[in-house]
Nanobody, 124 residues
Framework: QVQLVESGGGLVQAGGSLRLSCTAS????????MGWYRQAPGKQRELVAG???????????NYADSVKGRFTISRDNAKNTVYLQMNSLNVEDTGVYYC??????????????WGQGTQVTVSA
């Protein structure tokens, strides 16, 4: 049984930081691309950041334009965990953040396995 368990969400003031974690079980973590998506109220779910297979360089990353320079995705294959470091948060970053694992980094589709989501709320 595949499980993706997110943690680290919460309430933070604008300009603050949060780090999300997602630990996977039931999959061969190192062969999966991992992504973070978010869904803001009244909006469609969108890719925030993705990272491909982790090797010595840690995988290739991909970011939404709105988070470039503020968010960093990373993975630790030994811990079956992917992280999302979020800095300089603003109210537009508010939403439910979902962890995703997939065999191919075609980030525009809804394929793969999904976590239950963690709420991030940024106050002005």
């Amino acid at each position: 049984q595949v499980q993706l368990v997110e943690s680290g969400g919460g309430l933070v003031q604008a300009g603050g930081s949060l780090r999300l974690s997602c630990t996977a079980s039931g999959i061969s973590f190192r062969v999966y691309a991992m992504g973070w998506y978010r869904q803001a109220p009244g909006k469609q779910r969108e890719l925030v950041a993705g990272i491909t297979l982790g090797g010595t360089l840690g995988g290739t990353t991909n970011y939404a334009d709105s988070v470039k320079g503020r968010f960093t995705i990373s993975r630790d294959n030994a811990k079956n965990t992917v992280y999302l470091q979020m800095n300089s948060l603003n109210v537009e970053d508010t939403g439910v953040y979902y962890c995703n694992s997939r065999l191919a980094p075609n980030w525009g589709t809804s394929m793969g396995y999904w976590g239950q989501g963690t709420q991030v709320t940024v106050s002005a």
